[in-house]
Each structure stands twice: as C-alpha cells, then as structure tokens.
Nanobody
Framework: QVQLVESGGGSVQPGGSLRLSCTTA????????GAWYRQAPGKQRELVAT???????NYADPMKGRFTISRDDAKNTVNLQMNNLQPDDTAVYYC????????????WGQGTQVTVSS
C-alpha cells in the first residue's frame, strides 16, 4: 500500500520558520506532481502550493513570498519552506502527490501539525 510520509511540523512563534518534507514510505514510488494543502480547525482544506514533475511551481495568494515549495528528486522528496509564519498559518499540513504520470490518482499523507503562537 502506498503511503506518503510528512515530517517537519511543530510549534513556532510568529515570524518563525519551518520546513516540511514529504516522501513515500520506503521510497518505493517516485513522486511526480506534488502539492501541499492545509486544514485549520473548523475550516475546509485549502491548497498551499503545487510543484510539477519538472519543477514548475504555483502558490495560493496568501503564501506568495513567504512559502517556497521545492523538490529533491535524488531524495524523492517534496518540501515546503515556510517563513514569517503567522497565527493564521496554524493548521494541519498535508502532502498530496501523483506517483504515476499515466494515471490521475493522487495520494495523501497523514498530515503534520503546524502551530504558530506566542
């Protein structure tokens, strides 16, 4: 069974930074298109950023200039660098990835908690 594994969540003060990482369990499947979503308490899951298999990126407007999505194909990871974090960024962050370019199915990670508070 395919499993995406996220890491890097935690608690920071406003203005702080965190880096999230996502890979496949056992690195048995290559990540092609990848994305990060987040879900705050009482809110719907929302898109944070996407990256294609060739590195083309896209961001939701609130994250532009603060968040950077990247990929390391040698390590089979999709990463999210988050700077100048604010309390509104508090959420569970989920990795989403396509593992087969010939099929549209994507997979979700279990989520990692990011908490921003003073």
């Amino acid at each position: 069974q395919v499993q995406l594994v996220e890491s890097g969540g935690g608690s920071v003060q406003p203005g702080g930074s965190l880096r999230l990482s996502c890979t496949t369990a056992g690195r048995l499947f290559r990540i092609y298109d990848g994305a990060w979503y987040r879900q705050a308490p009482g809110k719907q899951r929302e898109l944070v950023a996407t990256i294609t298999s060739v590195g083309i990126t896209n961001y939701a407007d609130p994250m532009k200039g603060r968040f950077t999505i990247s990929r390391d194909d040698a390590k089979n990871t999709v990463n999210l660098q988050m700077n100048n974090l604010q309390p509104d960024d508090t959420a569970v962050y989920y990795c989403n990835a396509n593992l087969n370019p010939r099929a549209p199915k994507t997979y979700w990670g279990q989520g990692t908690q990011v908490t921003v508070s003073s």
